[in-house]
């Protein structure tokens, strides 16, 4: 069985349909899928800080994760990261880790707990020339229902601005409360969403 087929569906690369007419030029140029979704690891790592940073300097002026803090989790649980690359390019991404108690502090922003069940979101970024098209509520159903995969896993968590909270929303996450971490004059608003309990989806997910 080969390493594309052995992923649950909603991993595998998106080809273009059967038929699709295709140049012999674009043939050549590269075999890359013209979509694909897998876990990051430390080289997407510059990649992965430049779209952070630019999506979130400019609206908050803090960034999530700094690029020793990526590093840091890309090599501790790069599992629980997750990348949509378009012909090879990088245009969105999610950064997580596990965490061990009821509601996120400090810890949480630079620790992973091993033995967690709890998925910690610390970030998810979209390029700037690939936003206002439906891409991170796409990642996040798919990272979602990659973590409906993982047996260890109960929820996901993350904090966010008031102003996202609808979009998390309708991504399933429902308010927590008021989130005790500060970043600086930024507060944050906690929210999970229940990832257990997924049997059905399970069976017929290819996990």
């Known amino acids: 069985m080969s390493a594309v087929s052995a992923l649950p569906f909603f991993l595998k690369p998106l080809h273009a349909?059967?038929?699709?007419?295709?140049?012999?030029?674009?043939?050549?140029?590269?075999?890359?899928?013209a979509s694909e979704f897998r876990s990051l690891n430390t080289e997407d790592a510059t990649s992965v800080f430049e779209i952070e940073r630019e999506a979130f300097i400019s609206v908050s002026g803090e960034c999530p994760l700094h690029l020793d803090e990526v590093r840091h989790f890309l090599t501790l649980c790069p599992e629980l990261s997750l990348g949509w690359f378009v012909e090879g390019r990088l245009v969105a991404f999610i950064i997580g880790s596990l965490w061990d108690q009821d509601r996120l502090t400090n810890d949480a922003l630079t620790l992973h707990k091993p033995h967690g069940t709890t998925v910690h979101i610390h970030v998810l970024a979209v390029h700037r020339t690939f936003r206002q098209q439906g891409k991170g509520s796409i990642l996040m159903w798919r990272y979602?229902?990659?973590?409906?995969?993982?047996?260890?896993?109960?929820?996901?968590v993350l904090m966010c601005e008031d102003f996202l909270v609808p979009f998390y929303q309708k991504s399933g996450f429902k308010v927590q409360g008021p989130c005790e971490i500060t970043v600086g004059p930024l507060t944050f608003i906690e929210m999970q969403c229940p990832v257990r309990g997924h049997a059905f989806m399970r069976r017929n997910s290819g996990c």
């Open 144 to 156: 979602l229902q990659y973590l409906r995969c993982l047996p260890y896993v109960r929820r996901a």
């Open 17 to 33: 349909p059967l038929g699709s007419p295709v140049s012999p030029g674009r043939q050549r140029r590269h075999t890359l899928p």
